[in-house]
């Protein structure tokens, strides 16, 4: 098989136009679609909460922490390697499909066998038919993979987020709260995964369906693995750092207790999935295309850490502060277990979020090695944050996760000017620019709530005041004086004025 017959058309590359625009308006349609799943997943775990014990919901976050290492060994880091390569070619294409589907299939039969041996090590025997049951996630993660990479590469970001959201409606969340409803118990949590990822995966093949077909080229596949190695090391370093306080909390606590912060933690992570996730998305095929420019890279990440800073910045004053009432609202009085950690991790969301970009930023260069050092590095962070904390219980382990994401984050910049080259100096005085504006908006906020809380008002009216008083002010704010918000502010309401008098110049339809 020939590695000249090229299908570049077909893959798309962006534009060289002005990179930050072009980010931000793909960002805007990512965003839009991951917001309104990120409220319809807040909705699902509302609802299961009131369905299923803090235990159901241990149990299978344990069973997921595998899930998600299979996936990262799965991968091989072929999906990033598709979207990095300069000049894609069918080889790549048809050699890709090929090798997920091999590795898709052999990580399932080990799984399935290793079954016992994982549950022992949780020390949870109920673990086991779960385990066996998510094994036949990774034959569909196998048959997607290639067909996902290729929707991001060529930038569809629109059927992107449709599809990340029908999936979730139509899989997880109709089936998972019907069979809850029925009293499947965690199983209704399995049986809603497997669905999803059912329906994201023929989505993907329906909509990248042109020249898919396996086939191998040895030379292809070499080229390929050496980037995906060194991105399957950076993703195992990430899992890692995502799972170590899953396990320590598991295998030391109990399963109850893995119950009640991996929903502090799914809480926690609906704002960073939504901006941090999207983001990258967005600016790794932008990024990767014009990998060999440092200035432009440069500017591309710092508006996105500003940008990240002048959104998560102030939510996360809103929610340490409204936290108390996030959680009886949402999920009832049976879960107060859960407020003082999710206050504690919602502390450190920007730098969760912001750490991100500067992992795009290493991966679209091709500094993959460097991102996996810097990965691993982090894992050991919140391995000791986790086993420190463990002896204070819940509390223990979520400030030491907190810290180990802030400080996984500077060092992250600090490898990016050190070894990249590359500034992230304007990032940094959004950064503090956004936390002053953020500091005067919590004395606002805490008066706010004291004034409620005098009065006897409900937690529903409370929640719903504080973060409308939040959204008002920021508001006036940033159409009022926009240059306190700095670059990103003017760039954020240019887009905004920009889509509005387009709609307003579109003709009517009749």
């Not at 799914?266 to 990767?288: C, E, H, I, N, R």
Request: net charge positive; aromatic share 10%; with cysteine.
């Amino acid at each position: 098989m020939s590695d000249t017959s090229s299908s570049e058309t077909a893959a798309g590359r962006p534009k060289a136009a002005s990179l930050s625009s072009q980010a931000l308006g793909n960002f805007m349609w990512m965003f839009g679609g991951g917001g309104i799943a990120a409220v319809l997943r807040i909705a699902v775990l509302v609802v299961l909460a009131r369905l299923l014990s803090p235990s159901d919901f241990g149990l299978v976050s344990a069973a997921l922490t595998v899930v998600a290492l299979a996936v990262v060994f799965g991968r091989i880091g072929v999906a990033p390697a598709i979207i990095q390569t300069v000049e894609l070619t069918e080889a790549h294409i048809r050699t890709a499909i090929s090798s997920t589907l091999v590795l898709g299939t052999t990580v399932a039969a080990l799984v399935f066998l290793l079954a016992k041996q994982i549950a022992a090590l949780y020390a949870m025997p109920d673990l086991v038919p779960l385990v066996r049951a998510f094994s036949v996630l990774f034959l569909l993660y196998g048959l997607g993979m290639v067909s996902g990479a290729l929707i991001e590469r060529r930038m569809q970001f629109r059927e992107l987020a449709m599809i990340r959201l029908t999936s979730y409606v139509f899989g997880y969340a109709l089936v998972a709260i019907v069979l809850a409803r029925l009293g499947f118990g965690a199983w209704a949590l399995v049986i809603g995964q497997l669905a999803q990822v059912s329906i994201e995966t023929t989505c993907f093949l329906i909509i990248a369906r042109a020249g898919l077909r396996p086939g191998f080229d040895w030379p292809v596949f070499r080229r390929m693995i050496r980037f995906g190695f060194g991105v399957t090391l950076t993703q195992l370093g990430n899992y890692a750092a995502r799972n170590v306080d899953y396990f320590v909390v598991g295998r030391m606590l109990g399963t109850a207790p893995l119950g009640h912060y991996s929903r502090a933690y799914v809480l926690l992570t609906q704002p960073s999935q939504l901006v941090g996730s999207m983001g990258d998305k967005v600016l790794f095929p932008a990024m990767a295309s014009v990998q060999g420019d440092k200035a432009r890279m440069a500017r591309a990440v710092n508006s996105a850490l500003a940008l990240c800073a002048m959104v998560q910045v102030p939510l996360s004053v809103l929610l340490i502060i409204a936290g108390p009432e996030l959680i009886l609202v949402l999920m009832g009085p049976q879960w107060s277990e859960t407020i003082l950690p999710f206050q504690i991790l919602i502390a450190a969301l920007y730098f969760r979020t912001a750490y991100k970009f500067v992992n795009t930023l290493m991966r679209s260069s091709g500094s993959v090695y460097l991102s996996a050092l810097w990965q691993w590095t982090y894992a050991v962070f919140v391995a000791i944050g986790a086993f420190g904390g463990v002896a204070w219980g819940l509390l223990g382990v979520a400030a030491g996760v907190s810290l180990a994401v802030a400080a996984c984050f500077g060092l992250g910049l600090f490898l990016a000017h050190s070894r990249m080259r590359v500034s992230t100096a304007p990032g940094l005085r959004a950064l503090a620019r956004h936390t002053a504006l953020a500091l005067g908006l919590a004395i606002g906020l805490v008066g706010l709530k004291s004034w409620l809380v005098g009065l006897g008002t409900s937690s529903l009216l409370t929640l719903l005041t504080l973060s409308g008083a939040t959204l008002v002010v920021y508001l006036g704010l940033l159409f009022g004086l926009p240059r306190l918000f700095g670059a990103e502010g003017a760039m954020l309401v240019d887009h905004a004025l920009r889509r509005a008098r387009r709609r307003r110049a579109a003709p009517v339809p009749d």
